[in-house]
C-alpha cells in the first residue's frame, strides 16, 4: 500500500548565476587552490553535478569526485583535516556530522537543494507527529535537523535494498522528502510508505514527449535515467539507478549511444569511463518559462574555482559549516545506521 500526504511544494529562491571566468583567471585560482589545499591539510571533496573544472581539480589534487554516500565515506577515511565539500549545503552538513573534528568548509553555504529546502523542519515534524507508528526514513537530500528527526538516512544507491529491508522486517514506512524516488522505490519493494512531496528541479524537468521524439532520433540509444525523474520518464529507461549506478551501467550496456537523464554534470565522470560511447542528454522542457533547472543545478553551478578559493583564504567565517551539538548526535545515529547498511551490502 501507498500512501501520500498532500504537502505543498515550496517556491524556492534561485540563485544568480556564476560569474563567468576567463581561462587566464580560471588557471590563476586553480594554482592558488593547490598550493592552499597543501598549505592547510586539506582535500577537495566534489560532487559528480559540480563542473567539469571542478571535478578535474578534484582528481589531480588527491580529492574525489563521488556521490553523496561515496563523499560521506571519503571525507571521513581521509586524513586531511580540513574537508572542501563542492556540492551542496546538506553534503556540507553530513560530512560535519560525520567528522565533528574536521574543519568543513564549503566554497558557498548558499548552494542550497531544492529536495532540502521543500522539506522545513517544522512542518515535517508535525507530519511524523501525526503518524508515530511509522518508522522515518529520510534521503540523504534533507537537512541536518530533518536527519536527526530521522529513523534512518538513506541514498539512492541503496534506497531500494534499505525498504526492501524494512519491509521484510514488517515496518511502516515515512518516506521524504523526493516523491518520485519515493514512488519508484514503493513500486519495487511492494512497502508500505506515506510519502513526502518534494521534488528535486533538476529531475522534475525530464520531459516524455520530447524523450521519445529523442529516441525516434536515436533509435539505437540505451536510456539512463535517475529516479528522482518523474515516474513516466523512469518507465522509458533501460536502465535505473542512482549516479554511480548510471555511470556502471553506461560502461557495461552494450549500446553505443545513451541518452541520460540526469544532471549533465555526470557527463565529466560517464565519458571517462566510457570514452568509446556517444552521450546525449535527455532533453528537458528547454531554455523556456518552463524549466526552472535544464539539466544543470543552479545550486552545484555556484561550486566555482573563484568561491573554493575564497573559502581557502577565508579559513572559516561564512564558509565554514557549523552543525549544532544536540542536532549533530541526533543525526549521526541514522546516518550511521546507513553507513553501516551499506557495508553490509558491499561485504
Ligand atoms: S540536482 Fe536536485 S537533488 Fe541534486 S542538489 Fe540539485 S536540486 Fe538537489
Given at each position: 500500500m501507498s500512501l501520500f500526504f498532500e504537502n505543498p511544494i515550496l517556491d524556492y529562491p534561485f540563485p544568480p548565476r556564476p560569474k563567468l571566468l576567463s581561462e587566464q583567471e580560471k588557471q590563476y585560482y586553480r594554482e592558488r587552490i593547490k598550493t592552499l589545499l597543501a598549505e592547510r591539510n586539506a582535500v577537495l571533496v566534489a560532487h559528480y553535478y559540480t563542473d567539469p573544472d571542478i571535478q578535474a581539480l578534484a582528481e589531480e589534487t588527491g580529492g574525489c569526485v563521488a556521490d553523496s554516500l561515496e563523499m560521506a565515506r571519503f571525507g571521513s577515511l581521509?586524513?586531511?583535516?580540513t574537508l572542501i565539500v563542492a556540492g551542496v549545503r546538506f553534503m556540507g552538513e553530513t560530512a560535519k556530522i560525520l567528522n565533528p573534528e574536521k574543519t568543513v568548509l564549503m566554497p558557498?553555504?548558499?548552494?542550497?537543494c531544492s529536495l532540502d529546502l521543500g522539506c522545513p523542519i517544522e512542518q515535517f515534524n508535525a507530519f511524523c507527529d501525526s503518524h508515530p507508528e511509522r518508522t522515518v526514513v529520510v534521503y540523504a537530500n534533507t537537512s541536518a535537523e530533518v536527519k536527526a528527526r530521522a529513523d534512518w538516512v538513506v541514498t539512492s544507491s541503496i534506497a531500494v535494498e534499505l525498504i526492501e529491508h524494512l519491509d521484510s522486517l514488517g515496518e511502516k514506512l515515512i518516506w521524504a522528502p523526493d516523491r518520485h524516488l519515493g514512488s519508484y522505490v514503493q513500486k519495487q519493494t511492494g512497502a508500505d510508505i506515506l510519502c513526502w512531496q518534494g521534488a528535486c528541479i533538476v529531475h522534475d524537468e525530464f520531459k516524455t514527449q520530447a524523450l521519445a521524439r529523442m529516441k525516434a532520433l536515436y533509435p539505437q540509444a540505451a536510456v539512463l535515467v535517475h529516479p528522482e525523474s518523474p515516474q513516466s520518464v523512469v518507465e522509458m529507461a533501460d536502465a535505473v539507478g542512482s549516479t554511480s549506478q548510471l555511470i556502471n551501467a553506461a560502461k557495461t550496456l552494450?549500446?553505443?549511444?545513451l541518452i541520460v537523464a540526469t544532471d549533465r554534470g555526470i557527463f565529466y565522470k560517464m565519458q571517462q569511463a566510457c570514452p568509446e560511447k556517444v552521450l546525449i542528454e535527455a532533453p528537458t522542457?528547454?531554455?523556456?518559462?518552463?524549466?526552472?533547472s535544464c539539466a544543470h543545478c543552479p545550486w552545484m553551478a555556484m561550486n566555482g574555482v573563484q568561491a573554493i578559493f575564497s573559502a581557502l583564504v577565508a579559513?572559516?567565517?561564512?564558509?565554514e559549516i557549523q552543525v549544532a551539538a544536540g542536532v549533530r548526535e541526533k543525526a549521526l545515529l541514522p546516518l550511521n545506521r546507513m553507513l553501516a547498511f551499506a557495508a553490509t551490502l558491499k561485504s
Open positions: 581521509h586524513p586531511a583535516t558557498t553555504l548558499a548552494a542550497e552494450p549500446h553505443r549511444e522542457a528547454g531554455e523556456g518559462a518552463t524549466c526552472r579559513d572559516g567565517g561564512e564558509h
